[in-house]
């Protein structure tokens, strides 16, 4: 149906259809209206007629029933003797055509009585009639009303009155031997009821009565209710014999019954009709279709041509004039259209040349204008390899082949064909080419060739061949083209070798033959733009070389050069063709990785990466161990430009290398943060060290036998200008990842010296101070001068001075840092490993560890006076300590009731916020003098040490 109505949405299509259409419709129509109305009139006469019979017939057997009974009455009337006898038998009727008898005498007196009787009134003119010895009908006064008859009772004296009911049914008739679907009324002249099957229908019937008539028969449509009835009267003549006025008899069907012929005739005709006019539209459109379509089609190959589109033809098949005028069309466009396709192909050609020159596109344009000239079996082109002189690209196309142009590479240089640039082979069958050129564009066995060489300057590119088993002779305009596109091939070849010397040089890495950064930047801006079209992820790898500076100082530059460029190789064999590897310098390398479904994707090339790049490199005959570290942003997750992305894989890089290189971590948004605190922080912590904005507060340690202050722990704070006082924890850990660590541990180092021999001098007693030092530290070889120096410049004697590593130091530190802590306790120094118990190293160090103090970490202390299990652990570890001769510190001590525990141990010495906090130089020394207050072996935490309120006002 749609197709049929696109018909019409042309104006010629419209206009037939119009014509068509009003001119079979308009008669059709016509025709059906009239004979439609002309049968239905007919049909419906004939049915009125047909009612009206029926009514007559009702009625007449009607009178028939009264006549019989007015007969039998009438033995009863006309005897002289009174009738007596003849009464009974009238009797004998009662229950039967009769519903009851009553014999009356002339002063009314009831004489007989038999079966059912009603009261009637009996009017002047029907007194006059009996007494004149005629009968008469008189309705009784119920509804519907009996029908009494009444007649003269002779007998001696005055005649009496004999008074006959009429049984119904006989009166009326049975129902079921009347037509079928035909109902009767009676009614009187007055429109009173007497008989009627549907009382509906008799008040309906009754109407009948009031219409005028000259022959007595009447017909009418009533309607019964939500029924449509078609009824016919007919007056029943009662005046003469039965003195009383004219019955109307009512005979009706339904409408639908009556007309059944009507509606039959209706449902048939019009599906006739309907078939026609569908008959006249479905020919109309046909007829449309066979003018219109050949205009469409003609007129969209002009619109076609007209925006110089010459692939479609005009398909009309027809034999008439519409078929012959698209013939001449079609010849026109296919002159037109192979000049058009062949000036636009080498258009195309030529903007390609001055434009973004693609060989394969060159290759693709080529060979189909040369199909569409020459119509050869197979159109090819071969090119040399610039890369691979010895090896030859060869693009062809066969020409009933729709998989389009295919791409074959064959051994064969430019010395080994035997013409020169200038030397040309028209049809030969024995074509000058190599045997897997001919084999590879598969043509045809015996096929002539048509070969031109492809050469600009003095330079042959490689070679133009056409095959054709049965060639024709080339016009001269076909070998016109066929020229131009050689020609144009031969500067498209020129002219993409030096595009690709300079893309060389301007986008790859000169050492490895990688991507630089610029280039980078620009491949990675596409793969984004293709990522956001298609819904992909991208993962951009950054990795940095872990050992190539010490390659690169130990063996020379040309080994780190070589180094460089081996790594690459094994860096570009770990990850798909599709990805891209670069090079930003140094020992940085960049890897995209295209189109991811999960960030997990990224990690598996991560891990591959770390595995090629561990295994040694041969350089210079020396198997070098580079290792790398590798960052990762995912896009469009930790950003959605390449700067972006680059940045942030660089920062992720970071931090694989803080967390022992040879590893991968991805970008996390709290790195960004962090690198900018970071960066603040280095900043501030080197003007600190400048400006002298570190500060020492100590901790007292308290000897549990006398109560008496043993030792007091340095611990550096950070009076930061805008701040405020800094803990440890807001920046030594920065330090020791960016190296402060070491001027900020030798500051220490000489501050708690230096501050020891003021106390000293003060007459303050505190018989050691104690810094906590880290392992790079100790792995520096001047750590020992250092020390060394800070005893020898402030005075303080070597067992004046405590030493605090962590247990880590025995699996981070090596026995570079083991051997330090040898040396320092020989020199006299105290060594002490703090947060003694939560760190991994073995037990088994105990025995030959170069330390006398082992300070208990105060998890172990938390709980210990009240869990019976931790206890048992602190007691274990005193009573080891005390078995290998090793004094014991516990640190966090906050409740009395923890220093009595380990006091019933035996622990040494106590530290914590039960004895004091931190306290600046000044208050500590206040602490230390009030503590001597303390009488020996008195309560530790007695009320001689200074509240909380004193050490806020000191410290």
């Known amino acids: 149906m749609r197709p049929a109505l696109s018909l019409l949405r042309s104006r010629i299509g419209r206009r037939i259809f119009a014509l068509f259409f009003v001119a079979a419709s308009v008669p059709i129509l016509a025709m059906g209206v009239l004979s439609l109305g002309k049968v239905e009139s007919v049909l419906g006469r004939e049915r009125d007629a047909d009612l009206v019979q029926a009514g007559k017939v009702y009625g007449m057997s009607l009178l028939d029933r009264l006549i019989w009974l007015d007969e039998l009455a009438a033995e009863v009337r006309d005897d002289p003797a009174g009738g007596a006898a003849k009464l009974g038998r009238l009797v004998t009727r009662v229950g039967k055509e009769l519903a009851g008898v009553e014999a009356r005498d002339a002063a009314g007196a009831t004489l007989l009585r038999a079966g059912t009787t009603h009261d009637v009134t009996l009017p002047a003119d029907a007194l006059a009639r009996i007494a004149a010895g005629r009968p008469a009908l008189v309705l009784a006064a119920n509804d519907p009303p009996h029908v009494v008859y009444v007649s003269r009772l002779p007998g001696g004296g005055e005649p009496g009155l004999l008074l006959a009911t009429i049984a119904p049914d006989y009166l009326w008739g049975d129902a079921d031997l009347q037509p079928a679907m035909t109902e009767f009324c009676v009614t009187t002249e007055t429109g009173r009821s007497l008989h009627c099957a549907r009382p509906a229908l008799g008040v309906a019937a009754a109407k009948l009565v009031t219409l005028p008539t000259a022959t007595g028969a ?156 020459s119509a050869a079996d197979v159109v090819s082109f071969g090119l040399f390899d610039v890369e691979a002189p010895d090896t030859m690209r060869v693009y062809y196309l066969w020409r009933d082949d729709k998989a389009g142009i295919r791409r074959a590479d064959v051994r064969c240089s430019a010395a080994a064909l035997p013409f020169g640039r200038d030397e040309a082979h028209d049809w030969t069958r024995k074509p000058p080419l190599p045997q897997a050129y001919l084999s590879r564009i598969g043509a045809k066995e015996n096929s002539a060739y048509w070969i031109r060489p492809i050469a600009r300057g003095d330079r042959l590119w490689g070679v133009f061949a056409l095959a054709m088993h049965d060639p024709k002779p080339l016009g001269r305009e076909q070998v016109s083209l066929l020229m131009s596109i050689v020609d144009r091939l031969a500067v498209a070849v020129a002219s993409a070798e030096r595009d690709r010397k300079l893309y060389l040089q301007a986008h790859l890495d000169v050492l490895t033959g990688l991507p630089n950064r610029h280039y980078l930047l620009a491949l990675l801006d596409q793969e984004l733009a293709h990522a956001r079209r298609e819904k992909h992820r991208v993962g951009l790898l950054f990795l940095d070389l872990d050992r190539f500076k010490q390659t690169n100082d130990t063996l020379g530059h040309a ?378 072996g008195g309560a530790v935490w007695s009320p001689a040490a200074l509240t909380e309120d004193d050490l806020v006002v000191h410290g």
Not at 344 to 353: H, N, P, Q, T, V
Request: with cysteine; charged share 25%.
């Open 218 to 373: 009447r017909s009418v449509v009533l309607h019964d209710g939500g029924e449509l009835q078609r009824a016919g009267a007919w007056p029943l003549p009662m005046q003469v014999r039965f003195g009383t006025a004219d019955w109307i008899v009512t005979a009706s069907q339904p409408e639908s019954y009556a007309m059944r012929a009507a509606e039959s005739f209706r449902s048939a005709f019009i599906p006739i009709v309907a078939l026609s006019l569908a008959i006249v539209v479905l020919l109309s459109f046909e007829q449309i279709r066979r003018v219109l379509f050949p205009l469409q089609r003609l007129l969209a190959g002009t619109q076609a041509m007209a925006s110089q589109d010459f692939s479609a033809k005009v398909d009309v098949r027809t034999r008439d004039e519409f078929g012959q005028l698209a013939g001449s069309f079609n010849a026109m466009v296919a002159t037109l259209g192979l000049h058009f396709r062949t000036l636009k192909a080498l258009s195309e050609i030529d903007r390609m040349i001055l434009t973004d020159l693609d060989l394969r596109n060159v290759a693709a344009s080529a060979l189909r204008c040369v199909r569409r000239i």
């Open 559 to 936: 080994a780190g050069d070589e180094l460089l460029r081996r790594a690459a190789e094994r860096i570009k064999g770990a990850v798909r063709d599709s990805d891209t590897v670069a090079r930003l310098g140094g020992d940085e390398f960049t890897i995209v990785l295209t189109g991811l479904s999960s960030a997990r994707e990224a990690g598996a090339v991560a891990q591959q990466l770390l595995k090629a790049l561990a295994d040694p490199l041969d350089v210079d005959g020396q198997k070098i161990h580079a290792g790398a570290s590798i960052g990762i942003a995912m896009f469009p997750d930790d950003g959605m430009t390449s700067t972006e992305l680059l940045k942030k894989a660089d920062t992720a890089m970071y931090r694989a290398k803080e967390q022992g290189r040879g590893g991968f971590v991805f970008f996390e948004e709290s790195m960004n943060v962090d690198a900018n605190r970071r960066a603040t922080l280095d900043r501030e912590l080197r003007r600190a060290l400048e400006r002298g904005e570190l500060v020492l507060h100590y901790q007292p340690q308290v000897d549990l036998r006398t109560g008496q202050v043993c030792s007091a722990e340095a611990l550096v704070r950070w009076q930061h200008p805008q701040r405020g006082l800094l803990a440890p924890g807001d920046f030594i850990q920065f330090a020791e990842e960016s190296g402060l660590i070491d001027p900020i541990g030798a500051w220490v180092i000489e501050e708690a010296c230096a501050q020891h021999a003021r106390w000293r001098r003060a007459g303050v007693v505190v018989p050691r101070v104690a810094v906590n030092v880290s392992n790079r530290q100790l792995r520096r070889k001047d750590f020992l001068h250092g020390v060394d120096s800070a005893l020898v410049n402030s005075g303080t004697p070597a067992d004046g001075l405590e030493v605090e590593v962590t247990e880590s130091l025995f699996l981070e530190g090596g026995e570079l840092a083991v051997d330090a802590l040898r040396r320092l306790e020989q020199a006299g120094v105290r060594v002490a490993i703090d947060d003694f118990g939560t760190g991994y190293s073995s037990l088994g160090y105990l025995k030959t560890l170069p330390a006398s103090i082992l300070k208990l970490d105060r998890s172990f202390i938390v709980g210990a006076d009240t869990d019976r299990d931790a206890g048992a652990i602190v007691a274990a570890i005193v009573s080891m300590a005390h078995t290998l001769r090793k004094e014991i510190v516990a640190e966090g001590v906050e409740h009395a009731a923890q220093a009595e525990f380990l006091g019933r141990l035996g622990c040494h010495r106590i530290q914590g916020y039960l004895i004091s906090r931190p306290l600046s130089a000044d208050a500590f020394a206040a602490f230390v003098q009030q503590r001597t207050l303390v009488p020996a």
